[in-house]
């Protein structure tokens, strides 16, 4: 699986966007990138995953550039609930078993 | 929605005893795994599980891990000899498989606490 490289810490104020950086310049063609998150110390929580199209659901926004070596999760209105380790992770899809290795992620933190 | 269920949250053991964690994931999930998260340090992987057989193991997963899928429901984590080194959360996932998104389902964690 591809290595990630994401910016140890970012803040954001409450009710702006989050814009989250992943570095993934090896992936290759059959990789999705997923994005995860972990607030205290609860089990980690799916956000969203992509291949190559941007896509959004009703957590955040995934935009992967043309070339897929980076992407950005889009919180779009921060709240403080969103305060969380996130967790970029390129994996191929192998239909059924997906074994995830976490890295050190990206500490946000929403102040008020 | 959807989830998976861990117990106990929080167990308090002395150093070499057995300890057993208990998940129950998703109905109809077929892939499990245990993941374990040490205090300050990264979400590391451990085991995971298909078809009643583990299909994958680090390096972490020695002699006194085992894992067991007893009744078609529960997924237990075993420790045969706890150690100090031991206390961290144990997170249970599961994912579905066939083709499509495998998103994983993680549990609430169990902390494990050795002393």
């Known amino acids: 699986d591809a290595k990630t490289t994401q910016p140890p810490s970012m803040d954001c104020a409450e009710g702006r966007a989050a814009n989250l950086p992943c570095n993934h310049s090896?992936?290759?063609?059959?990789?999705?990138v997923y994005w995860y998150r972990q607030i205290h110390s609860q089990g980690p929580q799916y956000i969203i995953h992509?291949?190559?199209n941007n896509e959004t659901n009703e957590m955040a926004s995934l935009i992967i550039t043309e070339d897929r070596k980076s992407s950005t999760l889009i919180l779009p209105h921060a709240t403080l609930r969103d305060t969380a380790v996130y967790y970029c992770?390129?994996?191929?899809?192998?239909?059924?078993?997906?074994?995830?290795?976490f890295g050190a992620g990206t500490r946000l933190a929403v102040h008020p | 929605e959807p989830e998976v269920t861990q117990t106990p949250s929080h167990q308090v053991t002395q150093m070499g005893q057995e300890v057993i964690l208990r998940c129950v994931p998703i109905?109809?999930?077929?892939?499990f795994y245990w993941y374990r998260q040490i205090l300050g340090q990264k979400v590391e992987f451990l085991v995971s599980f298909y078809n009643n057989e583990i299909s994958e193991k680090s390096e972490i997963f020695d002699d006194q891990f085992s894992v067991e899928r007893p009744d078609g429901s529960n997924f237990t984590l075993k420790i045969r000899s706890t150690k100090l080194e031991d206390s961290a959360m144990y997170f249970c996932?599961?994912?579905?498989?066939?083709?499509?998104?495998?998103?994983?389902?993680f549990g609430a964690g169990s902390r494990l606490t050795v002393l």
């Open positions: 996932a599961s994912n579905q498989g066939g083709s499509g998104a495998n998103v994983l389902t």
């Open positions: 109905s109809n999930h077929l892939y």
């Open positions: 090896t992936i290759s063609g059959n990789e999705y």
């Open positions: 992770i390129v994996r191929v899809d192998l239909g059924g078993y997906n074994k995830l290795i």
């Open positions: 992509g291949l190559k």
